[in-house]
Nanobody, 121 residues
Framework: HVQLVESGGGLVQPGGSLRLSCTASGYANAMGWFRQAPGKEREGIAAILTSSGSTFYADSVKGRFTISQDISKHAAYLQMNSLKLEDTAVYFC??????????????????WGRGTQVTVS
């Protein structure tokens, strides 16, 4: 069982930056970041494959967000730049031992953090 703890959310002005962190209690094949805004479905936005560092992004964040990892710490990070009002959401970290690719599909992940609020206003 892998436990995940996110940190780094908060309030930021449009155009600003935030960095989210996620620390896992053990190894996962891949880690991803998802977000869910009020009244909307959970959206996969970035994922990274632990073994290779390969990444994958949703079009909505490509060029603005960067996912990275520190394998020694079982950690994943999401650097968010040029934040927009529509980036406001609860952001979730996820880890998977089910698949071996950087998926943006929620059902690919079997471990989830509790989420951290990001508000752009």
């Amino acid at each position: 069982h892998v436990q995940l703890v996110e940190s780094g959310g908060g309030l930021v002005q449009p155009g600003g930056s935030l960095r989210l962190s996620c620390t896992a209690s053990g190894y996962a094949n891949a880690m991803g970041w998802f977000r869910q805004a009020p009244g909307k479905e959970r959206e996969g936005i970035a994922a990274i494959l632990t073994s290779s560092g390969s990444t994958f992004y949703a079009d909505s964040v490509k060029g603005r967000f960067t996912i990275s990892q520190d394998i020694s710490k079982h950690a994943a990070y999401l650097q968010m730049n040029s934040l927009k009002l529509e980036d406001t959401a609860v952001y979730f970290c996820a880890a998977t031992t089910l698949v071996r690719y950087p998926s943006l599909v929620a059902r690919s992940y079997n471990y989830w953090g509790r989420g951290t609020q990001v508000t752009v206003s």
